[in-house]
């Protein structure tokens, strides 16, 4: 059935912050990756590395995506009249829920090949030198003692993240097709 006018301002308050939250979450986990290590390893030769930077710069745009549905929800959670905003919700949190959905595949992906090249692309701009000697012996733009299981973490929050997007974007665009009586 339909929801009274007072439970669509509620949870569709509460979905709009989430989404908010979980958006911005998103963005902090992409920004991460690209600032830390993508910067540095991705050559436009290399189409493991080229592959990194598309999952992640997808999974950022879907993160900006889930921050504006959050926005308009919080935004129609305050007026329920306007019909176009109602609209501009369900397009948002339909485009937001696609792109995660598209996203997924993309962050699996990198880490499967992370996991199967053990990080050696992830590694690739370093110059080892004797492994033996002291770390001072790399050369390398950034540090790579721990990149290998920092990637992969932030990769897998990012993933969960991206799950949550979809569930809470979902939710947002049933109480969008409720108000709009489709």
Excluded at 86 to 103: E, P, Q
Aim: glycine share 8%.
């Amino acid at each position: 059935g339909h929801l009274n006018p007072g439970s669509h301002q509620r949870v569709l308050m509460k979905t709009g912050l989430i989404l908010l939250i979980i958006g911005h979450l998103n963005f902090i986990t992409g920004a991460l990756v690209h600032g830390t290590v993508l910067r540095f390893v991705v050559s436009p030769r290399d189409a493991i590395s080229l592959q990194y930077a598309v999952a992640n710069a997808a999974s950022v745009i879907s993160a900006l995506l889930t921050i504006s549905c959050g926005i308009a929800a919080l935004m129609l959670s305050r007026y329920l009249a306007p019909t176009a905003l109602k609209w501009a919700v369900f397009a948002l949190s339909a485009s937001s829920s696609l792109c995660c959905l598209c996203c997924l595949p993309g962050l699996a992906v990198s880490i499967g090949l992370t996991l199967g090249s053990q990080g050696r692309v992830l590694l690739a701009p370093c110059t080892l030198g004797d492994i033996s000697l002291a770390p001072i012996s790399r050369e390398c733009p950034f540090d790579p003692t721990r990149i290998y299981s920092s990637t992969l973490s932030l990769w897998v929050i990012s993933l969960l993240l991206e799950l949550m997007e979809i569930v809470f974007g979902i939710r947002c665009l049933l109480l969008t097709l409720d108000l709009l009586r489709l």
